[in-house]
């Protein structure tokens, strides 16, 4: 029976040996692991950089299939794009578990020298190959993915010197996958997070990062913000204590850093004493524009966020995002955009209204889905988020899990910011549901139309589209309605 209980060496070693006879790795020794960990300099200590920062630090994603290439994206998003953080994104094979595809994948990418996979086959790569991707650059690398079930790939990134692990069991199941139990991938990510609070035990913080923007679609902040208290509590059980909170750029400046500092405030408040907290930013995970332009200016609204909200790091976008997989350069160009802005603004004093009632707003919020899951788990949080999800009292919306019920609908108030029109059995007080309810309703007014799923249909694309957020009574002009200047 699934319990938030710390795994035993004992099981932590079955496991262990029973996820290698997936695919045949190296033999990896704890200590000789942990011996390589405590070689590596401190600039290249994950969590020490990110605690120790004294502005947002700026992080990208990127990931290609060959050891080489990847050492020369890395290299280029460090010197040309500033970045302080580096990422490793892993191809999709190896996120479904086929690592005999992603082999493939590999093998045709070296005879073809084409990226013929769609990030980086790290537990194909091994132990070895992963430290030296971690010894070809100056800045702490972090694995990034969307695996269901990661134990081997923890366990080969970890043991190849990698110091922060993307992802959870709730966040890289909801939004991801369509049949994978939910109970089932706790019990998997219990062996991952076990793994990081060994290596923390022996002086190697393992920084774990819960992926805040879910489906990245219009996701409320209360939702998004308590499964990411739910994941750092499953961490924090199994030893982790370096707990990077993440929350996905919505659009509305008052409410992403009202989010963002409700995020900080309830991590510390729900969290061990013993974990350090930090925070990161997504910028916008919606579509993009696909005029560059324009895409710049998304990314610099996000950038001006950041700036005011001061989370410990931001998760970069490229003005090409709307086209896929950006090159290098858009890459390197989403950074130094980002910078550029925190750069001029982070040392203003910028006072904007209605920031702390929606903080508060936010926070009454996350504390209703907190007490039900605790609830409906009798304090056992794993027990808890698994009732909240199978009775609707958590949900997600637009998740293809059926471990979701996917009945919240959101949509945007005249201010732009993200409401809920549906809530199916969401856990919410009723008096806060009636904000939700009254702010929709006075766009509704502002509008001339009715409270309905068309304003979901609106509002999930406009920005994509050019159209404006926050609309009174127009929708922005003709030109924009036809998508501008994509023509």
Known sequence: ML??????????????????????TEAVDFEEAVAYHDSLPEEKRFASVLQSADRPLLQPRAGVPRLDDQIALLRHLEGAGGADLLPTTIDSYTRDNEYEKAQQGLENARESD??????????????????????????????????????????????????????????????????RDLAQTIEHWQYVDRLAGAYTARGVEINREPFGPLTGTLVPPCIAIAIGVVEGLLAATQGVRSITLGYGQVGNLVQDIAA?????????????DDVTVTTVFHEWMGGFPPDEARANGVIALGAATA???????????????????????????????????????????IDVDGIEEEREFIEASVRSLMETVLELGDEDVARGIVAAFE???????????ESAQSAVLPARDDDGRVRILEFGDLALESELMSVHT??????????????????????????????????????????????????
């Open 3 to 24: 319990r938030d209980t710390r795994l035993s060496a004992e099981n932590l070693s079955r496991i262990d040996d029973q996820i290698r006879e997936d695919w045949p």
């Open 114 to 179: 084409t990226d013929t996979l769609n990030g980086f086959p790290a537990v194909n790569h091994g132990v070895e190959g992963c430290r030296k991707l971690i010894e070809g650059v100056d800045a702490p690398i972090e694995v990034r993915h969307g695996t269901p079930d990661a134990r081997l790939l923890a366990a080969v990134t970890f043991a190849g010197g990698f110091q922060s692990f993307e992802g959870g069991p709730i966040s890289y199941n909801i939004p991801y996958t369509k049949e």
């Open 260 to 272: 963002l500092r409700a995020l900080r405030e309830l991590g510390e408040e729900y969290l061990p």
């Open 307 to 349: 700036a005011i909200a001061k989370p410990d790091k931001v998760i970069t976008k490229s003005p090409q995002e709307f086209g896929g997989v950006p090159t290098k350069e858009a890459n390197a160009a989403g950074l130094r955009t980002t910078r550029q802005i925190i750069d001029m603004m982070c040392e203003q004093d």
């Open 391 to 401: 009775t609707g009292n958590i949900d997600v919306p637009f998740a293809p899990s």
């Open 438 to 487: 009254n702010r929709l309703d006075r766009r509704a007014r502002a509008e001339n139309r009715t409270t309905s799923f068309q304003m979901v249909a609106d509002d999930v694309d406009a920005i994509s589209d050019g159209r404006l957020i926050g609309r009174r009574g127009e929708t922005g002009s003709k030109s924009n309605q036809r998508g501008g200047d994509r023509a």
